[in-house]
């Protein structure tokens, strides 16, 4: 049975994101719309988070990112962060290829492993327990070089001394530019015994969300065990390990083009790590109508909760596609009715897309909510594992 999650943390987690996504401070109004709260809920939360330093108010009675917060992130020394989840990967690597694993980073303009392992075999490699090597003669240091800004790493290239470790070692700044491109290229680089006769290195990058090289990971072995038949089903397993590593601390916020736009500062969808965020979603169209409200002759609105329920629901389904998940994804909604009198309604069409072993759910009445002909707003929280596929294009989806 899983571990059940904490909706406070997840709540304290939702506000922390949206302090630290928008430009200017925000007042508890719009952090309530920011994360699909009410305004009681959201300042509660805020003022406990006031209380512990992570938000401070200011002299506006707005709110932003406190010195708390600034403080943990100047406690993060050395990229342990990075460390302590590839370690893991690391060592089952070790365990798959028996031979030494690395992963390093690019710190300073020096390129330091910051996880590593080697297999118990009587030849094993030198190097990759060094706490740093070359970067122009590395494959995690070729592999990161070709992960720099072009100026950066030009800057980079002249304050380098090369050295020729081997008669392969490259020390020629234009075969060097030329590696690089070729790395760029295929996705992967070969350290060809130009570190150490008779060791060969296969390195490929560790990519974050904006697809920027944060690290690279390693395999070295004697040039008699890495051969190219075993280089390329190492590196196919490599990119599966880069790939989950990368997932771990990707981010992105998605205002999707064509929708309707979101009442206030906030996005329609925010992925961090396995987990998707979906803002508030009503039964809004683009043009401002609403699903489920129609006009009657005398003019009253009727307002259908189950047509607005469905419309919802589907909306939900249909943000989640475009970053390739699904409703079966979800582990948690959050449901807000303007009236309990909606209740039966509501779970009648929600019975339709969720059964008991679906997300979990809470739903309130609220006073009310952000549009007359809104009754319903749905919010949610997906995980998806090592899915950061972006390649469907976005539907029509409408927001409240």
Known sequence: MATPKNNSVIKAFQILTACSSSREPLNT???????????????????????????????KNQFQLGFAIAEMARGIKDDNWLANFAQTHVDDLVQDFKEAVGVAILNDGRVSFIATAEANRSLKTGHIIDTTVPIYCSGVGKVLLSGLPTIEREELLHETEFEKFTPNTITDLAKLRQEISKINKNGYAIDEQEMEEGLRCLAVP???????????????????????????????????????????????????????????SFPHIKMVSDFAFVSGISARRPDETFVGARKKRNGEMELDIREQARATIE???????????????????EAFLVSMDDYEGF???????????????????VNSLPH????????????????KSRASPPPTITFG
Not at 49 to 59: N, V
Not at 221 to 233: K, L, N
Not at 237 to 261: C, D, I, W
């Open 29 to 59: 109004q719009e952090v309530a719309r920011a994360t699909g709260m009410t305004a009681a809920t959201a300042h509660r939360f805020l003022i406990t988070l006031e209380d512990l330093g992570a938000i401070a108010r200011t002299d």
């Open 206 to 264: 560790i990519k974050g969300g904006d697809s920027q090289v944060i690290a690279a990971i390693s395999v070295s072995g004697p040039a008699s065990r890495m051969t190219q038949e075993r280089i390329d089903v190492y590196r196919e397993k490599m990119q599966e390990r880069a790939q989950h590593l990368g997932n771990l601390f990707y981010s992105e916020s998605k205002v999707l083009p064509g929708m309707a736009t979101p009442r206030g």
């Open 315 to 333: 909306n939900i389904r249909d943000v989640l596609r475009s970053t390739g998940a699904s409703l079966t994804d979800l582990i948690e909604i």
């Open 347 to 365: 779970n009648e069409v929600y019975a339709r897309y969720f059964g008991t072993d679906g997300p979990a759910r809470t739903t309130v009445a």
């Open 372 to 387: 007359p002909h809104q009754i319903l707003m749905m919010k949610a929280v997906a995980r998806m594992p090592g899915n």
